[in-house]
């Protein structure tokens, strides 16, 4: 496994990945909402308005990616097929390789497995939000690790 800064090439991939990961993690959307979102990440990728970084596997495919906004995690996707393979850890530790320990993310409270897998990775919560980020209906835990 590699980790690669974001090739336009893997584009559409990483939006697959994105949308794989969400309908195994995201229940609670409806599919009005998994497009919406769909929407909004495939041009945030695309704007490069966040850095992305991939996980490349030995065939150099993408099954990973995460998306930063200085030491802010915007996005973290990992294929479903991937899940508990260590692709997730390995994007953490490249981010705290590049941006320091002190590292903040947000995470869908119905987003148990996620939620875990921060906490174990060393991130406590700090505060939760009613809606996300869009003003949706869906409670954000506010995590940060040091």
């Known amino acids: ?17 994105w949308e794989r990961a969400v309908r195994a993690t995201h229940t609670f959307l409806e599919e009005h909402d998994i497009q919406f979102y769909r929407n909004m990440v495939g041009e945030i990728l695309e704007q490069r308005q966040v850095e992305v970084w991939e996980a490349l596997d030995m065939e150099q495919q993408p099954v990973g990616f995460i998306g930063l906004q200085n030491n802010f995690i915007e996005m973290l996707f990992v294929d479903p097929s991937q899940h508990g393979q260590g692709v997730g850890r390995l994007l953490i530790e490249h981010t705290i390789e590049l941006k320091g320990h002190h590292l903040k993310v947000d995470v869908n ?13 060393g991130f406590v919560q700090i505060g939760r939000s009613e809606l996300d980020g869009s003003g949706n209906p869906f409670p954000l835990l506010h995590l940060e690790i040091s």
């Not at 496994?1 to 990945?17: A, T």
């Open 1 to 17: 496994m590699v980790i690669v800064s974001y090739r336009e090439q893997d584009h559409e991939q990483l939006i697959q990945i």
């Open 109 to 121: 409270e119905q987003n148990a497995g996620a939620a875990q897998f921060y906490k174990k990775m």
